[in-house]
């Protein structure tokens, strides 16, 4: 990898850290302050919904020329909003005011190192980019909660989010050691105001809308999964370290399969792997409830963690393929990333109605067969999408398409 996406990983890797460390401690954090569990599900919804609420104003004022510094702004943010939570604990106020900018800065963060990335690779070699890219968010996430879980057993919550939380500013200092980098060969030119934000959202490529489906669809179906499996599995026998095994190797099959993308994506239509990585990971879903035995839940799980990773990695690809077209990728990174937000926020809302309803045995066929439709749903209304779907329907091992050949 070059030296500029060496330092943006490096920035990734800082953000993901510190955002990994608030995930697990931000309820430990909220409980040792007193708050009811109402009250801690509030405040948690709230980092999701300010997360969302930055992605497409983050795209839209993206420019290559000032992207370092807002980049910067947003990083210095994150710190202060993550370290900031050591010194708010006897003030409610302040807390409310540090989960939202939290929310808002990360949200932020990953819009503009998506679409610098983007930008100073030129949108070449996308699969294998994008592998490397999203295997070090990955990465990120679970050293920060390692990290944050053994430092909290020493220095308590407060103390391992403000130690934690310096990261991403101290990364962001070697932003100013990253080359300069232009952007695609004609900006796009936005009207000011909300009606141009909506034509500019209207004129976006069809791609970027399949590939916000593809992490709504991936976000959708992990985070039902994720939220109600403890619960199904220890009613089913499962003792706890046996689930937590599960999530393991789940997320362990998630961040191999990005690693090796880039090697994969040398000779294999990414489109293909597209359409059968949804497949398999809604089948996988629908058949999930008939699954007691340990040994095949292991084989679903490592199912289920290598199509969320393929996906994770192709439809960023999608994205950063438009740059290689001379295509504007601020915009298109916050629409991608908003899905993200969006299956996150759907998937245990829709998962616990159903699963009140109906049980979580049929919640999950349900949402798994769903989330296939929803895909081949938008898939079908885009000449790209139907390109996509022709691609995965005939696939073979032939070399994939020039736009994803290494330079």
Avoid at 185 to 195: H, I, L, N
Avoid at 335 to 351: E, F
Wanted: charge should be positive; glycine fraction near 12%; aromatic fraction near 8%.
């Amino acid at each position: 990898m070059s030296r500029a996406v060496l330092i943006v990983c490096a920035c990734a890797a800082a953000a993901t850290t510190a955002e990994g460390a608030l995930s697990l401690l931000y309820a430990p954090y909220l409980e040792a302050q007193g708050y009811s569990l109402s009250a801690i599900g509030a405040l948690s919804s709230l980092l999701a919904v300010f997360r969302l609420a930055s992605r497409v104003p983050a795209g839209t004022v993206y420019r290559p020329f000032r992207a370092r510094i807002h980049l910067a702004v947003a990083l210095l943010a994150l710190s202060v909003a993550t370290s900031g939570f050591a010194l708010a604990r006897d003030h409610p106020v302040a807390v409310v005011v540090l989960t939202a900018a939290h929310g808002f800065a990360f949200g932020s963060v990953g819009t503009l190192i998506l679409a610098v990335v983007i930008d100073v690779t030129g949108g070449r070699a996308a699969g294998a980019v994008m592998g490397w890219y999203t295997a070090v968010l990955s990465t990120g996430y679970a050293l920060g909660a390692f990290a944050a879980g053994g430092l909290a057993d020493t220095t308590g919550p407060a103390a391992a989010l403000a130690l934690l939380g310096v990261l991403p500013a101290v990364t962001a200092i070697a932003l100013f050691a990253l080359p300069s980098f232009g952007g695609p060969r004609a900006d796009v030119e936005r009207s000011q105001g909300f009606r141009g934000l909506l034509a500019a959202g209207a004129a976006l490529d069809a791609r970027v809308w399949l590939a916000f489906t593809i992490v709504v669809y991936i976000n959708l179906l992990a985070d039902s999964v994720d939220t109600f499996f403890p619960l199904y599995g220890v009613a089913i026998g499962l003792p706890l370290a046996a689930v937590g095994t599960l999530k393991g190797l789940k997320s362990a099959a998630a961040t191999f399969i990005r690693f090796v993308s880039g090697v994969m994506f040398r000779y294999l239509d990414y489109r293909a792997i597209d359409v059968w990585a949804v497949i398999l990971s809604g089948a996988a879903t629908v058949v999930l409830p008939r699954v007691s035995a340990f040994g095949a839940l292991v084989a679903l799980f490592i199912l289920l963690g290598l199509t969320r990773g393929i996906l994770r990695v192709t439809s960023a690809a999608t994205v950063a393929e438009l740059r290689r077209e001379g295509r504007d990728v601020g915009l298109a990174s916050g629409v991608y990333n908003a899905g993200l937000d969006v299956g996150a926020i759907a998937g245990p809302a829709l998962g616990g109605v159903l699963g009140t309803a109906l049980g979580l045995a049929t919640m999950f066929q349900i949402v798994g067969v769903a989330s296939v439709v929803m895909y081949f749903a938008v898939a079908l209304a885009s000449a790209p999408g139907r390109s996509a779907l022709r691609a995965g329907l005939r696939a073979s091992g032939r070399r994939s398409a020039p736009a994803l050949r290494r330079p």
